[in-house]
């Protein structure tokens, strides 16, 4: 007999899904009964996935939006219930880093920072979140960072975009508690996926710097896509269902 899987008859919008935790959050969830919206910038490589997804047996259809443009959202939220009748998981997961310090940052890449990570986690709340209550209820898993608690050297929209996240978070598990909705935060600290050697060009030890960061944990490693699939799954079914407003640091202990 069949085991019934912890995300039967979800259906989840994870942006940012063509690449790192993005992606193992989608493969992790559609491995788990959600029909899954892969989303991103790179439609070839949007399509693969889903077409692995499907392969394997999954529920997957890509969409193809630009994050901070609020009506390319609003029309990724359309097509999710068009392809799937209802949504029910929201997981705002694109991020971009717009390296640069603060009397140097270019004013287009602060905006363009903010734009992604903050904004965009707002617009797919913004049309995501009535598409919950119509469905009976639903969670709200934003992908934020350490950067949400500690600063990164230049890296000034970055860690301003992490840092409103959290109380952006909090409101929305505050005010929409009444309709069944949970929301909380992932909050990763260095994971290998193509952002963070991207990062590291920032810092004049790039060479260096990743192995002087793998020090700084207490586990001994980097993090993968993988091991924050595993938290972003505890927190978008029932097992966290009594968590809400909640930021899970998931970094290997470097916060210690
Ligand atoms: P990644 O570069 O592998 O993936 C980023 C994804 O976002 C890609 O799919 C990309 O296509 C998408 N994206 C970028 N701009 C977009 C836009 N305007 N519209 C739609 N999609 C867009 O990076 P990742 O490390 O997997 O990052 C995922 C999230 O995790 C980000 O929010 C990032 O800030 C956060 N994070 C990363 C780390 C790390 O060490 N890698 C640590 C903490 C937090």
């Not at 990724?76 to 390296?99: C, H, R, W, Y």
Request: aromatic residues 8%; glycine residues 10%.
């Amino acid at each position: 007999m069949e085991m019934s899987k912890v995300l039967q008859d979800q259906v989840a919008i994870i942006t940012g899904s063509t690449s790192g935790m993005g992606e193992a959050i989608a493969r992790r969830f559609a491995k788990e009964g959600a029909s899954v919206v892969i989303n991103g910038t790179n439609e070839e490589r949007g399509k693969k996935i889903q077409d692995e997804i499907v392969n394997d047996g999954g529920q997957a259809a890509f969409y193809k939006a630009d994050v901070s443009s609020a009506p390319e959202v609003e029309a990724m939220v359309d097509f999710a219930v068009e392809q799937f009748s209802k949504v029910t998981i929201l997981v705002p997961n694109a991020g971009i880093l717009g390296n640069g310090l603060a009397t140097e940052i270019s004013l287009e890449t602060w905006d363009k920072t903010i734009g992604v990570n903050l904004n965009g986690v707002f617009y797919l709340c913004r049309y995501g979140l009535p598409k919950l209550i119509e469905a009976g209820g639903g969670t709200v898993v934003i992908n934020a960072s350490i950067a949400s608690f500690k600063s990164f050297p230049q890296h000034p929209a970055y860690c301003a975009s992490k840092g409103a996240l959290i109380p952006f978070m909090k409101n929305i598990a505050q005010d929409y508690a009444g309709h069944k909705i949970r929301a909380n935060a992932l909050c990763p600290g260095p994971v290998d996926t193509p952002l963070i050697w991207d990062s590291v060009k920032a810092f004049p030890n790039a060479d260096s710097i990743i192995d002087e960061t793998i020090g700084m944990t207490c586990v001994g490693r980097l993090g993968t896509p993988e091991d924050v699939a595993e938290a972003a799954l505890f927190f978008a079914s029932d097992k966290s269902s009594f968590i809400t407003g909640a930021s899970l640091t998931i970094d290997g202990g470097i916060m210690c």
